[in-house]
């Protein structure tokens, strides 16, 4: 009974010597990476290296996804396919690639009076930690956002925090779309998480 006690406080303190790895980088609370651990999708108040100045047009999220950072960083950046695992993508194609930065045209659902818009966005990488995208062009008034992988609280897995501000023009409240995207951000990441799963599986 002493050795399983000991055994268990052991890999309870590994766990909270890994999370506050996570917590400096990711700048997350305890509480917060407490309730990721336990497999949570989290709407966070804070983009990562925010301080006492929030952004506060954009909704953030965060989750733990297990897999490899190289197999994550894939699947976000799949955008060629991302119609086929990600809800809401009707179409996305790759329309220029230079290095670390590609234009992409997307066709999604995001709410508002049309229900689908038709769009361009600039993606610049920082391989394999960071993904940031801005408009180029469109049907709708303005799009920015951006992926961060964080180390994980073990080796299988990584903290990725997605952010994303939408503008759809007048006829969409700015408090309406950023309801819709509460509810549509966590599945995007659930998204990721079940496509990281699959193209490891293999199937």
């Known amino acids: ?15 909270v010597v890994s999370l506050a790895a996570v917590d400096q980088e990711s700048g997350l609370s305890g509480a917060d990476l407490k309730r990721i651990a336990s497999g949570e999708c989290l709407v966070l108040e ?5 301080s ?13 996804i297990t897999g490899a950072r190289e197999r994550i960083w894939e699947v976000i950046n799949d955008k060629e396919n991302a119609a086929d695992f990600v809800e809401g993508v009707l179409e996305s194609k790759v329309l220029e690639k230079s290095g ?3 234009t992409v045209e997307q066709h999604t659902h995001v709410g508002g009076p049309k229900g689908a818009y038709r769009y361009r966005l600039l993606y ?21 956002g951006s992926w961060w992988i964080f180390d994980g609280s073990k080796e299988a897995n990584c903290l990725v925090i997605y952010s994303l501000h939408i503008d759809a023009g007048i006829f969409a409240p700015q408090s309406i779309v950023k309801a819709g995207m509460r509810k549509s951000m966590p599945k ?4 990721i998480a079940k496509e990281v799963a699959r193209r490891d599986a293999g199937r």
């Open 124 to 144: 610049a990488l920082t391989p394999k930690r960071r993904v940031d995208f801005t408009y180029v062009g469109g049907e709708l008034r303005d799009v920015i």
């Open 100 to 102: 670390d930065r590609y």
């Open 52 to 64: 006492a100045t929030i952004d506060t047009k954009f909704v953030t999220t965060a989750r733990l």
């Open 46 to 50: 804070r983009r990562p290296g925010e």
């Open 1 to 15: 009974m002493r050795y399983l006690l000991r055994a268990l406080v052991f890999l309870l303190s590994g766990g």
């Open 188 to 191: 995007t990441m659930s998204a």
